[in-house]
């Protein structure tokens, strides 16, 4: 029996209707846990540089790891692993909520996707009954209406993932939504237009099964100790009442934030849409994913007013950021209108707040006019014309058509000096964290193997003072402005984060076990599965799993012409704010990089690397 594992996937062909099971060995699954990790093993095998990410040969996973289901704190999310329609490359989307542990209470460990089907369908999991239905009358519904239906065919205990109007259009920047009016989101790198390619409108899951755990009694009592520190440690008074946006104030002054596209070093609105500005005026609860203890997310309603909302889903950090601050626009009720516009249509509220800030300023140069836009008139700190053209992108009208595509396709579209108005790392926006702020901020971007990701190493914020694990780093490597050291700190963060994402665990639990996540995560992996693990080996895990993301990018093509910033980045200063004159030096971070990962100049693992972490096996398809 494979402890802390269901079994098998559910593999299904759209294109043929047929629906097989695939299961994995014991070897893989230490290798490569779940997650992304498990995701990447099959993306590349399953793909490569000639897949169309919107053609039926590309692969869409959904993955969970060996403690979700469990009663582990904080490791309930899912993860998605395909080829990126935004990028053209390695593409992963995680989310929140609940449906990653429902998934593995109806009998599986993730599921496979590849084909077409010939018109719209859904995929029904119940306690390990597997069926494809027709969708047709769900086709054309928002996320938030799908849900409903789902709740009301399946019962209230079903969850269900599912795209909107923006996946069926196929735009480059759609999300896959989860949880219904919780609005939780695998939102990164156009997943939602690859399973809108596919015709596969939602998938709906429940079950009651129970993962078989090692040793049960004793995982079980862990849990529980460990439950209770995390439920009353620093996370209870900062994440849990003020949400992820609870160091908005801080982010603005210490030049984090993104303010007017990236373009402005101060915004005197920050503290109109912080957290606690949300939580004295619009929040009513908080919300908890699977298996979480926190509570960061947030519900809010708006009782009156132009923007008034029923309760939903509020916005997080990342999208005060993007809809907020870099479009100057400091109203809650407003952005909390934007936030469920996007959940609804099924957009990813980062890519679209920075696509819509490009817009705004295109605009505001004359690279775009009223004509291009149907007559709408664009203005920072406008939030009705900046809602009239999230509507837009989500229906591709007038040049929402190409706004659809992301700011990289929209901008070299537009041409002239477009290109130098968009931030994004190889087609994927920036998040709401400015690499002009923290110098590894700047590494991490162009490392992250998805593009730009503050996700993929989370260095900023112990750049920022945060206490991060301890990875036996010098000071110097903390000082955000400094370049010492700055490699090796985001490459072992990376492989610390990859082994998360592998987990598929949430990363603010880092801050619950006392700076020693390993050591907790080894205990919980040791209980759950029984493989005598160590710490050593846990990282090399984590760093084979970085190397063979970045593995499947050049089997994609990438070269290291694609290891840079955008202009914004190294050709402009702000002038004011907590980093006015700062600009990182991304290509001597690199060179550091390169060599403590083992790679050449040119950014390509060595031999002796492959050698040592198992991957030799990829050598020939480089």
Known sequence: ?????????????????????????????????????????????????????LGPENVLTFNTGPLVGTKAPNFGRYHVVTKSPLTGKYAEANSGGKFGPALRKSGYDGIIVTGKAKKPVYLS???????????????????????????????????????GPAGENLSRIAAIMNDGRDGRTAARCGVGAVMGSKNLKAIVVR?????????????????????????????????????????????????????????????????????????ETILTKRYYCGQCVIGCGRVVEVKEGKYALEESAGPEYETLGTLGANLLIDDLAAISTMNVLCNRYGLDTISAGCTVSFAIEAF???????????????????????????????????????????????????????????????????????PRGANGLALQYITSPRGACHLSSFTHDFEYGGGGPKLNFPDEAFNRFGYEGKGAFV????????LFDSLTGCKFVI????????????????????WDITEEELMETGERIMNLKHLYNLKCGWTAEEAKLPYKMYGITRGSGGAADNIPNAGLMLTQYNKVRCWNEHGIPLKETLDRLGLEWTAPSM
């Open 511 to 530: 801050f619950g076990f006392e700076g020693k996540p390993l050591e907790k995560i080894r205990m919980f992996l040791e209980l759950a599965t029984g």
């Open 207 to 279: 079950g009651n099964k129970e993962v078989p755990l090692f040793d049960k009694d004793r995982f079980n009592a862990v849990s529980k100790e460990w439950s209770q520190k995390i439920a009353n440690g620093p996370g209870k008074d900062v994440l849990g009442l003020y949400g992820t946006s609870c160091g908005l104030e801080g982010t603005e002054v210490m030049g984090d934030l993104p303010i007017k596209n990236w373009g402005q070093g101060n915004f005197e609105g920050a503290k109109k849409i912080c957290g606690p500005a949300m939580a």
């Open 1 to 53: 029996m494979q402890y802390g594992y269901m079994g098998s996937y559910v593999r299904v062909d759209l294109t043929e209707g047929n629906i097989t099971f695939q299961t994995f060995s014991d070897e893989e699954l230490r290798k490569y846990i779940g997650g992304t990790g498990l995701g990447t093993k099959i993306l590349y095998d399953e793909t490569d540089i000639t897949t169309d990410p």
């Open 491 to 498: 490459a072992q963060y990376q492989d610390l984060m990859a």
């Open 125 to 163: 999991i119940d306690n390990g009954k597997v069926e494809l239905l027709d969708a047709a009358e769900l086709w054309g519904k928002d996320t938030y209406e799908v849900g409903d239906w789902m709740k009301e065919t399946y019962g209230k205990t079903s969850v269900c993932c599912c795209i």
């Open 364 to 434: 505001e140069k004359g690279l775009l006019t009223k004509d291009d836009l149907g007559g709408l008139e664009l203005k920072w700190g406008d939030p009705d014309s900046a809602i009239a053209l999230i509507g837009k992108i989500a229906r591709r009208e007038d040049f929402g058509y190409w706004l659809a595509e992301g700011s990289k396709i929209a901008s070299e579209k537009l041409g002239g000096i477009a290109p130098q108005l968009a931030v994004h790392v190889r087609g994927l926006e920036f998040p709401a964290h400015d």
